[in-house]
Nanobody, 122 residues
Framework: QVQLRESGPGLVKPSQTLSLTCTVS??????????WKWIRQPPGKGLEWMGT???????YYNPSLKSRTSISRDTSKNQFTLQLRSVTPEDTAVYYC??????????????RGQGTQVTVSS
């Protein structure tokens, strides 16, 4: 059974960098055909795809967030990480990591973590 778990601070100050880590078990992030995503849901809004790192390490970003977003991975720990720079209160959301076997971009997924609340506030 594939499991994903998000970890990171729940409170970030404006202008700082939000960093979250997704730890994966039951699957390898280097397995052929898997796409590993970060998705978020602001309060009262729908899901927003932020970016993807593929099994080979290629990255894809939502154009609206590309200038502030980086996704990387640590294959030795089977983890991938999100960094979102220069955050504002509009970045307050529940952040999810997810796996898709079919779609490089978008909010579709086959497995998802339980999510972690991140609040941007001074």
């Amino acid at each position: 059974q594939v499991q994903l778990r998000e970890s990171g601070p729940g409170l970030v100050k404006p202008s700082q960098t939000l960093s979250l880590t997704c730890t994966v078990s039951g699957d390898s992030i280097t397995a052929t055909g898997d796409y590993w995503k970060w998705i978020r849901q602001p309060p009262g809004k729908g899901l927003e795809w932020m970016g993807t790192i593929t099994n080979s390490g290629s990255t894809y970003y939502n154009p609206s967030l590309k200038s502030r977003t980086s996704i990387s991975r640590d294959t030795s720990k089977n983890q991938f990480t999100l960094q979102l720079r220069s955050v504002t209160p509009e970045d307050t959301a529940v952040y999810y990591c997810a796996r898709s076997g079919s779609y490089t971009t978008g909010t579709q997924y086959s497995y998802r973590g339980q999510g972690t609340q991140v609040t941007v506030s001074s």
